[in-house]
């Protein structure tokens, strides 16, 4: 790529721009700074001009290349179409089958599944309130529940969306569902939707169940097995999301993301895996970004860059774990009421102790 | 119309019961009720409803907001019941969240002063719950007084 600016040859330009400058100036003004919600100042207008042409391998680059600005594949969705996957749970395993199955009739192309909110919690269905159970998710507890859940969904031809906070469970019942009917687990294929820990710590301490040791240690558990048995199953799906929705600015959102993702590979590191093969399987999950960003930065693109860049192996640094966060203790019961005596705030914040 | 002033101000204990963890509209709530001169006792998500008779016997509270966005609403009428059990009745209950149409008469039924659906106003929650809790004052203070005689 040549280093010298690119010369446009763009007839009746300069007029225009005038024109739209001057039009713009008496409107709003020609004094007014833009930031966008980054805090980065952005022109209220950007033309060919403003590039010369010389960072367009660093910046743009092409489809499937490093930094992937323009997307992780080379064909991007000439080549293949976004998978239509709405998010799914209710009621019985037979009330979801038959969800599933109007869905998969009118084109879907992936499903997902969520668990009742007593999954979500951990907690036996024993113990729950009966008119609450499958009213925000299905019910499901056993391998039976999950294969009239599947019954007639072509597993090993679909993907499949776990949408719990740990998914491990119903990864596991998935499987024990695909050994009955003969279908191997090489062929299953999905994601844990919600496998980041770290996210539900610092930004959505609804789906923060485990503590953080333990939820570290199960992650890479499940991580490992998939990577031993269930090598098209994404174990990790690292969520910018709850940071988004909690208030973080689109740069804190893909920093702390990206610091997320570094964190797990390093873990995965230190296990003794392959980064290459595991770092394949990593998705990521940002939304609302996109449509605050500036034309000239790109957040929600950003995650596709870097820690995905081809597993490149050198990319990982080594990062310490520090000790306080690794042994965090469990800091949720299911039914704790706190602070019952103390007077001393007005309003008390959780954990208040 | 002003704000009901009581003194001491009035006591609001703002949680929720059942297994949603949406804690957004509880946490805002009670802020603003604070905010407004009122004592709040806001609780973490998943409360059983005992813990909250407790609670609210415990803090001698006038009124529970009860958030509910996913389906927990329907357990609210055990709590009225629990409460009426416990010997408090007279504490005022309304609820914040998303209530369907056809299940807001059940609630009613149950003793639910006041259902607070999405784009009620924050005055109008405060309003209503100052005055709520002044009326439910009122009974505790003509209740004592029958006591003492």
Redesign the interface.
Known sequence: MSKEAVQLSLPGFEQAHGRWRAEYGRQIGTDRVIRNRSQIEIKPLYTPRDWNGESFLDDLGFPGQFPYTRGIYPTMHRGRTWTQRQLIGLGTPEDYNKRVRVILDAGATAISLLP???G??G?DCDE??P??LG??GTVINTTDHMDRALDGVPLGNISTAMNDPSPFTLLAFTLAVAKRRGIPWTSITGTSNQSDYISHFIAN???YRLSLAGARRVLLDHIEFCRKHVPGWNPVSVVGQHMQQAGATPVETMAFTLSTALQYAQDCIDRGMDIDVVLRRFTSTSRSASSRRSPNSAPAGASGRGWRANGSAPRIRARGVSSSMARRPASIS?????S??S?AS??????AS | MSLATLSPPARVLVTKIGLDGHDRGSRIVAAFLRDAGMEVIYTPPWQSIPAVVKLAMEEDVDVIGISSLATDHLIVPKLTDALRAAGLGHVGVVVGGIVPEDERAVLIDAGVHAIFGPGSARDEIIQHVALLAAKVRETKDAELAEIAQ
């Open positions: 009742c909110n007593s979500f919690r907690v729950v309130d008119v609450l009213t925000c301490h609804m789906f299911p039914s704790s009421s706190r019952t005596t007077r007005p309003c008390r914040r959780w954990p």
